[in-house]
């Protein structure tokens, strides 16, 4: 599904999500502004933990907290049961501002600091997962200069492909994440890692890429890595408790997608099966497991609002409709040509859901672009809308992955607010940064 599963269009004839309309947002909070749907945020970690308790009762649903994080996303998603990924020391910081249990909190990165291994350790946060030699060579000496006995699982590159954007791709063989295995690069940090006193060796994981439709590659993924703890058994006698083919299940950003998308159901049933059928296979007991969706919890959740502003028809060519945000709150479109679908929220019309593609009768083929001044600084390449006027309400769906995690204050643009919606109310969650947020680093000399 592309938007939040309590969208509506209401009495007024408005779209309305969380059973808020989204004009009164609009008003009270301004443009741009982003939207997260509770309910639906529940409703996919409900649904993951469903279909994992089904297929492989012994896994954990580990947010990806690059995704997107905020104190009140953090307060959901524990609420949820939900264990969560950070890739920096400020997610980690912010996470344990927020008390979120450091045993849940997975870390993960290629080239992690000193001071966030440190930070990590003293936290006692629940699996450090190690990328390279050198990181583990650090948290063996951090281990025993704290008397800690460090838990962690080691990255490997399983030398698999998806289909994905080529920025995406993380699991081929030349990528700057994890220990490659067609070496003996990963056998060795095995035979360190169980040899040390201050670390605890749990598995192993890998992380194949994002955003990624088919399930076959998790499959192949998971074989790999129990191929690989197979020979470690026979040569260095570790039995591996836990094994991670890691996150990256895509969501429907156009109607398009829709069908492409796998359901919750779809990915434990593959992903279980994998860890069972291999580990069978090799003689290996079966692992506890941990998945790492990311755009798969928030994505459906978050919609963008924007308002319209400038129109512009260009004769036998198209029109554009520039909107009052842009590349600065999702550069998506411009890095990895990300579609996007959207509807006008104060005129909705029938077929809101199901906008994109060919334009039909009395609807236009229109740009949607952003204010800043690139030209790629574009939303929608192309869409079908019915005419736009100066004043309307953009909505975008299947914007809550990544969009305000990646924002910036390109042409110091104020990072929009965001409200969290639900049972008819809304509050406000982050607020839209002003000129002195923006400043407030600078130093000014006289
Ligand atoms: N686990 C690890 C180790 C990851 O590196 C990532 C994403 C995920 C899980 C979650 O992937 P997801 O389930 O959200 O597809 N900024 C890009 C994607 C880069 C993601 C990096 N890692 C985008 O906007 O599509």
Redesign the pocket.
């Known amino acids: 599904m592309l938007w939040p599963i309590t969208t509506t269009i209401n009495a007024a004839g408005h779209l309305a999500i969380g059973g808020v309309d989204l004009l009164d947002l609009a008003r009270e909070w301004g443009t741009p502004l982003y939207l997260y749907d509770e309910a639906t945020i529940r409703e996919r970690c409900r649904a993951f933990h469903a279909a994992f308790d089904a297929r492989y009762p012994e896994s954990a649903i580990v947010y ?1 907290g ?2 997107y994080l905020s104190p009140a996303i953090l307060a959901i998603l524990r609420e949820e049961g939900v264990w969560l ?1 950070v890739c920096s020391g400020g997610e980690l910081g912010l996470a344990l501002r927020c008390a979120f249990p450091a045993a849940r909190i997975v870390f ?1 990165g290629n080239n992690k600091s000193p001071d966030e291994l440190r930070l990590a350790v003293e936290a006692g946060i629940g699996r450090i997962i190690v990328d390279n030699e050198l990181e583990l060579g650090r948290l063996i000496a951090l281990g025993e200069e704290l008397g800690r006995r460090v838990p962690i699982a080691l990255r490997l590159n399983p030398g698999v492909g998806a289909h994905t954007h080529e920025y ?1 791709l ?1 699991g081929v063989v030349d990528s700057k994440f994890g220990f490659p295995t067609i070496d003996d690069q990963a056998e060795r940090a095995v035979a360190r890692a169980i040899g040390a006193a201050s670390v605890e060796l749990l598995g192993y994981h890998c ?1 194949i890429g ?2 990624i439709f088919e399930l076959e590659p998790y499959r192949d993924a998971v074989a790999a890595l129990f191929r690989f703890a197979a020979e470690m058994r026979d040569r260095h006698g570790f039995i591996p408790a836990e094994i991670s083919p ?4 895509a969501i429907a950003y156009i109607p398009e997608d829709e069908a492409r998308q796998s359901a919750p159901d779809q990915i434990a049933s593959v992903i279980g099966d994998a860890l069972r059928d291999c580990a069978a296979a090799v003689g290996l007991p079966a692992p506890r497991t941990w998945i ?5 919890l928030v994505g459906q959740a978050g919609v963008a609002l924007y308002t319209v502003g400038a129109v512009k028809e260009i004769p036998s060519v198209r029109r554009y409709v520039a909107v009052d945000g842009g590349m600065a709150d999702n550069i ?1 479109p411009a890095l ?1 040509e990300a579609e996007y679908t959207a509807a006008i929220a104060n005129r909705p019309g029938p077929r809101f859901h199901a906008e994109g593609g060919t334009a039909s009768e009395g609807e236009l083929t229109s740009r949607v672009v952003g204010k800043y001044c690139e030209s790629g600084d574009l939303l929608i390449r192309e869409i079908a809308l019915p005419p736009v006027e100066t004043g309307d309400l953009l909505a975008l769906p299947a914007s809550g ?2 969009n305000l995690a ?1 924002s910036s204050n390109y042409n110091l643009a104020f990072r929009p607010a965001v409200v969290f919606v639900n049972d008819g109310r809304a509050r406000l969650t982050r607020r839209r940064e002003t000129l002195d947020d923006l400043l407030s680093a600078e130093v000014f000399e006289s």
């Open positions: 990806a690059k995704t990924d993960h995406r993380t992380h994002a955003h890691g996150g990256g299940m790492e969706p990311g755009r798969a998506r990895y992955a990544y990646m």
